[in-house]
């Protein structure tokens, strides 16, 4: 069956690091896009980032560009989350999500275009 499982999460002080991962099993992983979604106490799930087949196509949040990279390896059937310089304000569970899509198709930002999720990590930043 089908299996996306999160790992990485943590504590971690404003301005450090951390990279998740999501290791997969149960599908054909270098023929699904992948992304990345979070969601904080009281909000609503929100887009992140995702990756095409090979990598070659990447899409982020504004609120991560230029500090989040998305990447993967296809063959371990991976993706990761690399976060640098990590605000409070990126608190959240984090999800990986898979999608079945033709390689030119457009990155979906959207979570119900998803339709495999992993069970999530939790990443707390403190001030």
């Known amino acids: 069956q089908v299996q996306l499982v999160e790992s990485g999460g943590g504590l971690v002080q404003a301005g450090g690091s951390l990279r998740l991962s999501c290791a997969t099993s149960g599908f054909t992983f270098s023929t699904y896009f992948m992304g990345w979604f979070r969601q904080a106490p009281g909000k609503e799930r929100e887009f992140v980032a995702a990756?095409?087949?090979?990598?070659?196509?990447?899409s982020y949040a504004d609120s991560v560009k230029g500090r989040f990279t998305i990447s993967r390896d296809n063959d371990k059937n991976t993706v990761y989350l690399q976060m640098n310089s990590l605000k409070p304000e990126d608190t959240a569970v984090y999800y990986c999500?898979?999608?079945?899509?033709?390689?030119?198709?457009?990155?979906?930002?959207?979570?119900?275009?998803?339709?495999?999720w992993g069970q999530g990590t939790q990443v707390t930043v403190s001030a």
């Open positions: 990756i095409g087949w090979n990598a070659d196509r990447t």
């Open positions: 999500a898979a999608v079945l899509r033709w390689r030119s198709n457009p990155l979906p930002r959207e979570g119900a275009e998803y339709a495999y």
